[in-house]
Nanobody, 125 residues
Framework: QVQLVESGGGLVQAGGSLRISCAVSGRTFSNYAMAWFRQAPGKEREFVAGISRSAWNTHYADSVKGRFTISRDNAKNTVYLQMNSLKPEDTAVYYC??????????????????WGQGTQVTVSS
């Protein structure tokens, strides 16, 4: 079983930055692609960013491209999401997710087998 625990969320002003983390345990972290999703109140969950097992490949939603950066440290079993130039519309609960071992990342949430509990990010205007 894979456990994912997010941290680092909080309240930030528009234009500010925040880095959230997701610590992974239970299996060999480097076997898993990783992704971040978010869900705002009253909205469907949406893909934010994905990263391959080796970190060679990344992919971003158009809404965050150029502002957010996904990265991973396989020695620390942790994936990060650096968020810059934050906007009020970035306010959401952010979730990290992992697909089954060996599978690549996907923008489709149904492809993921493991999810964290989420961390709240609130951007004030």
């Amino acid at each position: 079983q894979v456990q994912l625990v997010e941290s680092g969320g909080g309240l930030v002003q528009a234009g500010g930055s925040l880095r959230i983390s997701c610590a992974v345990s239970g299996r060999t972290f480097s076997n898993y692609a990783m992704a971040w999703f978010r869900q705002a109140p009253g909205k469907e969950r949406e893909f934010v960013a994905g990263i391959s097992r080796s970190a060679w490949n990344t992919h971003y939603a158009d809404s965050v491209k150029g502002r957010f950066t996904i990265s991973r440290d396989n020695a620390k079993n942790t994936v990060y999401l650096q968020m810059n130039s934050l906007k009020p519309e970035d306010t959401a609960v952010y979730y990290c997710a992992a697909p089954p071992s060996g599978a690549g990342y996907s923008a489709d949430g149904r492809a993921y087998a493991y999810w964290g509990q989420g961390t709240q990010v609130t951007v004030s205007s």
